[in-house]
């Protein structure tokens, strides 16, 4: 079993309002973000099945959210499987275009190979999703980096969410 947690100071950059993310740091003291366990074996055909626990917040408007990323090997997918908590899984294509999933109890999310994902906590418990994918696929963050994020965020709408465009991103170059 490995571990790794994502302190609020690991997700420097990330969010919109930098003056609400400075703040917010600075008041809690770098909180965990959020940790992830998981299982894996290095053979042939192996998968890696894990949990991500996403603590609960928003950061100026935006709610609570992991790094996100795309699979380095770029055909594998994902599944998402939520075992408590409220959030949306955010997927996007590498044009741009989004899909968006909202995560409750029991409800399983597939992420198409190709896809960057990322998961936003919009409840107030944190967020635990399992999730499994090929031991192979890797994980490249720096996709979103590159971009400023994804190209739309999760933003406070009254007692719920909505999606709005993110005014940072930089469209990716998609070869064709």
Known sequence: MRRYEKRFSDLA???????????????????????????????????VVGTTVLEPG???EEYAMTRGHIHVMRSATEIYYCVSGHGVLVM??????SSVLELSPDCVGYVPGGWIHRSVNVGTDPLVVLFVYEANAGQDYGIVEAACGLSKLVVVNG????????????????PR
């Open 13 to 47: 950059g990330l969010y919109l309002d930098e003056q609400a993310f400075r703040a917010r740091w600075r008041d809690a003291g770098d909180p965990l973000a959020y940790s992830v366990e998981d299982f894996r074996v290095d053979a042939p055909g192996s998968l």
């Open 159 to 174: 007692d719920g969410w909505m999606l709005v465009p993110n005014p940072r991103y930089v469209p990716r170059t998609v």
């Open 58 to 60: 928003v950061v100026g």
């Open 92 to 97: 996007e294509d590498l044009g741009g275009e």
